[in-house]
């Protein structure tokens, strides 16, 4: 059973730019949610997607924005860069119903100049 | 909405002796409560989680927590620490069992640090 798979491991970028950071959800899981770990912190729920739609959404302004794709894929997509933007970004999957826990990738560390 | 907070941003014991890592939670509805391990550089692995039924719960590697609704707690503890141990814990609440559309709420965690 391969677990959750996100890429790329590192990234840096410019102020002012765009990002898109992608993750592959384990087997079965067809809900998955993205959350913010700045440093020294814990994990901030950004959002999640179910059947390809947003059907949740923490405190984060709109240009974090989002899309999964039918193959239970998604991607977190991030405009306009700002310097507080860094952070580690992680990616959760899961099924829906039930009593089921969310299975964490191991994050894209975002650093942003 | 709910909230978490975690006493004791580091955490020190000695290898063998007893590991307490303490949570409190405020949630507005019957709370699922979660809580996960991260190493360096790697992603959250769950520990172990609250439901319902059985407030004592067992986890991976001998760790245990126990739900007090009146005391709105649900510290974690492993009654003798390794040193793989060594690691940074959060504590996690839900107002549903696998996190819901609104996620999962964390505290910012506590380092454990284990001494020889």
């Known amino acids: 059973e391969t677990g959750v798979t996100q890429s790329p491991t590192h990234l840096i970028k410019t102020r002012g730019q765009q990002v898109t950071l992608r993750c592959s959800s384990q087997?079965?899981?067809?809900?998955v949610s993205w959350y913010q770990q700045a440093l020294g912190q814990g994990p901030q729920f950004i959002f999640q997607?179910?059947?390809?739609?947003?059907?949740g959404r923490g405190n984060f302004p709109p240009r974090f924005s989002g899309l999964q794709f039918p193959n239970y894929s998604s991607e977190l997509n991030v405009n306009a860069l700002e310097l507080d933007d860094s952070a580690l970004y992680l990616c959760?999957?899961?099924?829906?119903?039930?009593?089921?826990?969310?299975?964490f990738g191991p994050g894209t560390r975002l650093t942003v100049t | 909405a709910q909230s978490v907070t975690q006493l004791g941003s580091h955490v020190s014991v000695s290898e063998g002796a007893l590991v307490l890592l303490r949570c409190n939670y405020s949630?507005?509805?019957?709370?699922?409560l979660f809580w996960y391990v991260q190493y360096p550089n790697q992603g959250l692995q769950l520990l172990l989680k609250?439901?319902?039924?059985?407030?004592l719960v067992k986890g991976i590697n001998g760790f245990e927590a126990e739900f007090k609704k009146s005391e709105t707690s649900f510290h974690l503890t492993k009654p003798s620490a390794h040193m793989s141990d060594a690691a940074e814990y959060f504590c996690?609440?839900?107002?549903?069992?696998?996190?819901?559309?609104?996620?999962?709420?964390f505290g910012k965690g506590t380092h454990l640090i284990i001494q020889p």
């Open positions: 996690a609440v839900s107002a549903h069992s696998g996190g819901g559309a609104d996620g999962l709420t």
């Open positions: 959760a999957s899961r099924s829906t119903g039930g009593v089921y826990e969310q299975y």
């Open positions: 949630s507005s509805v019957p709370p699922y």
């Open positions: 997607y179910y059947r390809e739609e947003e059907n």
């Open positions: 087997s079965g899981h067809n809900t």
């Open positions: 609250y439901t319902t039924g059985a407030t």
